[in-house]
């Protein structure tokens, strides 16, 4: 399930910046406020917006958690979630396999170690390296882990992310794997959103708020600095507050030996310049376009993803360059294509092992992975062996060697993960997830429906084999549709466990605005577009009953943030087609977002409503906006977290005040931790999974 992103490649690698969340991210034009009765709501911590969240969860409380289902779906969930027998995630690091587990006994986790032989065995031996658990209790904190940063080649130190609660901000600590502690008197950097990549063992280059101001309107660091133990830091690079965020990023060759330093400059969500930092601080500027992601480094080429027409390259578009002719001449320094993908193919990832360049595809939303060679200035390419018609995603490389794990799963065909050699093109199945709901009765179907401008929009369909064709079916449909985000097949065990086995089907649809299809496909629902996003979704609905898979009586909706935008859409504009709606940490008020949280960062993906043209199309669908009085809507479940610092609470929460001003039946539920993906504890997690599936069954199968 999609969550909104940080940006796009940017900041999923590099989170940078910000400060705490706070109320002060919340403000905006005073005439906004002037005319929202409940922006009160996005004082996230005040004493009576907390009063109103307490008594909504209290009324949900009894509503779904008192229903005799709760109980054995929550059950259900927590079993999942906490299984012995999931596969542990493996991240290659320091010549063997690194995994972070959480389970019954560790609930906030533990970050472990162990060699590849012993992972690829049934039962590996692993050794702790850091218990979030014990460190939470020693400390009084609610630790959650966000990953490890490690300097190479070695990777004992580590710089260790930890965050209070879940949000997305982070405390930095330097950590010895070898020794298991952290080290005193080490790197240490307080909580903030913020990237720190190793240059020598001495020597970090740093991303973040140095100072409470130095933080762009999108909450994001526009600062960077080096950062020698013992010693001021050293600015490098300064940023505008105009800007979405900058960082930096260590290119590092062979052995860990440091090629370069490069900075990534964020204009806007989607465009962003690349300048190379020399050995004298001077910046030197990539010839790129603005629309572009950086992807890797490998074997001495820097490999770009554009998103734009630019010269003789296609938007889609995977190139490179040599670094060395950078520095050399940057000017005269010739791009040079790796991959263009079909009109029926995307790019979904491209990262790299230690001389290998690996592209993840979806062709026709079914995924595939290419590796690459770089021989005598040529890119030359092999397709792995891995499952057809699955979903493919990478899960680790090493830098090391040549190994590469990924997954490969489907709506019923549990995970497996894979083992390839992207030297030799070996590849073999390592961990196959046991089935964690029964699937023998479904069947997945694949069908188009045709949008109001005559667009096909795929959309998948898993139901029972004896499915009757009379619209009783109770469907779940899924959607996202933003940020060139794919939506292909994903087991979802606790969807199987507490929806399909019921008899429920469960729909997924591709609609514009996503990535399936690459940038254009993306394009099309930008800005002023984006209702080609909610009429695609509409039509997929419309495509169901006319089928007669389901009727509007059986027929729900769920999705998250971006997605909370069209779930809350569809239910304003085609109240007549849903009887349940899940929205769930979700952007809502869209003629103020760009003022709460991270908001400002996505002005290039909906447009900026402090711009009157760009406030005229978005307030012809805010939800928030078009709410009326007297209109049927479906009672929609709405709910989010206090501490989300990525989308704000104060969208869901005005939404559900506005409603129970307007006496519109609606349920509301705010959980206290946990930051925007809501799933840092297990049985927080399974409890919402059964609130979802409790209210689900309620409206649609009851």
Same mark, same amino acid.
């Given at each position: ?234 600015? =490098?690079? #300064? ?11 260590? !290119?590092?060759?062979?052995? %860990? $030996? *440091? &090629? ?86 995307? =790019?979904? #990832? ?11 595809? !979806?062709?026709?939303?079914? %995924? $595939? *992975? &290419? ?332």
């Amino acid at each position: 399930m999609k969550a909104l992103p940080l940006t796009l490649a940017a900041l999923v690698s590099l989170t940078a910046a910000g400060a705490v969340l706070t109320a002060a991210h919340a403000q905006g034009p005073k005439e906004i406020g002037a005319v929202d009765p409940f922006q009160w709501l996005e004082d996230i911590d005040s004493p009576r917006s907390m009063a109103w969240v307490e008594g909504q969860n209290a009324k949900t409380h009894v509503r779904l958690e008192e229903d005799p289902r709760y109980e054995v779906f929550r059950k259900e969930a927590l079993a999942i979630f906490t299984a012995k027998d999931r596969i542990a995630t493996p991240r290659f690091r320091a010549g063997g396999v690194d995994n972070f587990w959480q389970d019954g006994t560790h609930i906030h986790g533990i970050w472990r170690h162990t060699s590849l032989a012993s992972y690829r065995t049934a039962d590996p031996k692993w050794q702790t390296l850091l218990d979030l658990d014990a460190l939470s209790k020693a400390e009084g904190k609610n630790w959650i882990w966000k990953g490890a940063n490690c300097l190479k080649p070695a990777q004992t130190l580590c710089l260790v992310h930890l965050s209070n609660g879940g949000s997305d901000a982070v405390e930095d600590r330097e950590f010895d794997t070898a020794t298991g502690k952290f080290v005193e008197g080490g790197f240490h950097f307080p909580n903030a959103k913020q990237n720190a990549a190793w240059i020598d063992k001495d020597t970090l280059i740093v991303s973040r708020p140095w100072t409470p101001d130095e933080v762009t309107r999108s909450g994001y660091a526009y600062v960077v600095k080096i950062v020698k133990r013992g010693a001021e830091p050293r600015e =490098v690079f #300064r940023g505008a507050k105009t800007d979405v965020q900058a960082g930096a990023r260590v !290119l590092e060759g062979e052995h %860990g $030996a *440091v &090629d370069g330093v490069m900075i990534s400059h964020g204009l806007t969500f989607y465009e962003r310049e690349f300048k190379l930092l020399d050995d004298k601080g001077g910046l030197t500027a990539i010839p790129l376009p603005r629309k572009v992601e950086e992807d890797t480094y490998v074997d001495g080429q820097l490999v770009f993803t554009i998103k734009q027409d630019w010269k003789a390259f296609k938007a889609g578009a995977v190139i490179s360059y040599d670094l060395a002719d950078l520095k050399k001449d940057p000017a005269n320094a010739k791009a040079q294509l790796v991959f263009m993908p079909g009109a029926h193919e995307a =790019v979904e #990832r491209v990262s790299s092992s230690k001389d290998r360049l690996a592209i993840v595809l !979806l062709d026709d939303v079914k %995924g $595939a *992975v &290419d590796v690459y060679d770089h021989k005598a200035g040529v890119w030359l390419a092999h397709r792995l062996k891995l499952p057809a018609n699955a979903n493919i995603n990478l899960v680790s490389a090493s830098d090391d060697d040549n190994q590469m794990f990924f997954t490969a799963e489907g709506f019923l065909d549990p995970t497996s993960l894979w083992l390839a050699d992207a030297a030799g093109f070996a590849t073999a199945r390592v961990k196959q997830l046991p089935a964690q709901f029964d699937a023998s009765k479904d069947v997945v179907d694949q069908h188009f429906a045709t949008s109001n401008d005559g667009t096909k929009i795929p959309y998948f369909v898993v139901h029972r084999k004896d499915m009757k064709l009379d619209g009783s079916t109770a469907v779940q449909m899924f959607g996202y549709g933003g940020f060139e985000l794919s939506e292909p097949p994903a087991y979802i065990p606790q969807m199987g466990k507490l929806w399909l086995e019921r008899g429920g089907a469960y729909v997924v649809a591709n609609i514009r605005g996503g990535g399936e299809f690459g940038p254009a496909w993306h394009e099309a629902a930008l800005r002023e577009h984006r209702q080609r996003a909610f009429d695609d979704f509409a039509s997929v609905a419309k495509d169901l009953e006319t089928r007669k898979i389901t009727s509007p009586r059986h027929m729900g909706i769920y999705a998250r943030s971006n997605g909370g935008i069209l779930t809350t859409v569809s239910m304003t504009q085609h109240p007549e087609l849903f009887n349940a709606v899940v929205v769930e940490s979700p952007l809502i008020d869209m003629l103020r977002y760009n003022h709460l949280s991270a908001g400002a960062s996505w002005v290039a993906e909906y447009g900026d409503p402090d711009i009157p043209a760009d406030r005229e199309f978005i307030a012809k669908y805010s939800a928030y906006q078009n709410l009326k009085p007297g209109v049927k809507y479906p009672e929609p479940y709405i709910t989010t977290n206090t501490r989300d610092d990525r989308v704000h609470p104060g969208h869901p929460r005005k939404f559900a005040a506005m409603m129970e001003k307007m006496g519109l039946p609606y349920l509301y539920y705010e959980q206290t931790f946990g930051g925007h993906a809501n799933d840092a504890d297990p049985e927080l997690n399974a409890r919402r999974w059964a609130r979802h599936y409790v209210y689900l069954s309620q409206k649609l199968m009851d």
